[in-house]
């Protein structure tokens, strides 16, 4: 069984000195730290062996993602991985992939010098083949916000349905009267988007209304966004009756520029946002919206990183919770 031991051993230096150089700690050359590192890659250190005594798991988010959207939904999902694995005594950290992973070092060696035992990892549709390669590198990992990679079943993951609640919230829309509404997504490529558009395609097709690729926006996930949407979309000649936004930042965007704007919610235009926990209820009015629930897609991801920590999954995790549409105060009749 290759330990720390062997790697020292191999390269005639120090327990110390490998375990100094996985660490990164001072007084090691970066010549014998990529010695370290060739060596282990060649002798295949055991991640099992350099792990026995760690108790910390990995939120990990790729290079370049989600910068901007760290918020409520992070909070609440955090909150849901603590709540499940401190049970079992372990700490989180979060970990990006550009800060300090080595060309030369695979995902395993990588996370085993951040001393993690597994990950729980968010990923855009661009990120995936990093998530591939962790899972086959054979390292614990749980995707979360999406389902799953590839028709194959290769990761685990947990994920929330927002396709069926989406249309029928913009059926609710459509039977209310509105036949002009405008969609707006993440600018971003990922299954959870993709549901969502697609149960705003389903709405319309069942109601007869053709899908006018024109109405559907990509947005960054952030106020200004939402507020520049609405002055975009309330200048057209005849503009929509209803405004749908995915994010909860957008939404509280879209309802401070009606304000400034004059415009009256619902009567002048319906806004239907996106709760990733209860944002919802801190606008002012309560917005419409289609829910999810942040903390326990968090605690069920906790949970499931420790069943395969633990090697009690027989067989790839899949667990997708349903999300909700409630209808509160930014929605109603459009004028006649």
């Given at each position: 069984m290759t330990s720390m031991r062997t790697v020292a051993k191999k390269l005639n230096v120090s327990a110390t000195t490998v375990s100094r150089a996985l660490n990164n700690k001072p007084g090691i050359s970066q010549a014998t730290r990529e010695q370290v590192l060739k060596a282990m890659q060649e002798i295949g250190y055991d991640r099992k062996v350099g792990l026995r005594n760690s108790r910390y798991l990995g939120f990990v988010y790729p290079p370049g993602s989600f910068k901007t959207t760290l918020g409520n939904y992070h909070a609440a999902l955090m909150g849901g991985i603590r709540s499940a694995i401190?049970?079992?005594?372990?700490?989180?950290?979060?970990?990006?992939?550009?800060?300090?992973?080595?060309n030369n070092e695979n995902y395993t060696q990588y996370f085993t010098r951040k001393e993690l035992r597994g990950v729980i990892m968010q990923a855009r549709r661009e990120d995936f083949p990093i998530v591939k390669e962790i899972s086959d590198e054979g390292f614990p990992i749980v995707l979360v916000g999406s389902q799953g990679i590839d028709d194959n079943h290769s990761v685990n993951w947990v994920a929330c349905n927002s396709r069926e609640p989406t249309r029928q919230a913009i059926e609710y829309l459509i039977n209310i009267g509105h036949r002009k509404i405008s969609f707006s997504i993440g600018n971003w490529?990922?299954?959870?988007?993709?549901?969502?558009?697609?149960?705003?395609?389903?709405?319309?097709?069942?109601?007869?209304?053709?899908?006018?690729?024109?109405?559907?926006?990509?947005?960054?996930?952030d106020v200004n966004a939402g507020m520049g949407l609405i002055h975009q979309i309330m200048s057209h000649q005849t503009p929509p009756t209803a405004a749908v936004f995915t994010n909860p930042y957008a939404t509280f965007g879209a309802l401070r520029a009606c304000r400034e704007m004059k415009i009256k919610v619902p009567e002048d235009l319906s806004i239907l946002g996106f709760d990733d926990y209860q944002t919802r209820f801190m606008a002012n009015p309560v917005y419409s919206s289609v829910c999810q629930d942040a903390y326990e897609l968090g605690y069920d991801a906790g949970t499931a990183l420790l069943q395969v920590i633990n090697g009690k999954n027989t067989q790839p995790i899949e667990i997708i919770r349903e999300a909700v549409f409630e209808v509160h105060e930014t929605t109603g009749a459009p004028r006649s």
């Open positions: 401190t049970s079992q005594r372990f700490d989180f950290a979060m970990v990006d992939l550009l800060s300090d992973k080595e490529q990922s299954t959870d988007i993709d549901d969502r558009l697609a149960g705003y395609k389903d709405a319309l097709k069942n109601a007869g209304i053709p899908f006018d690729p024109s109405l559907v926006y990509r947005l960054n996930p």
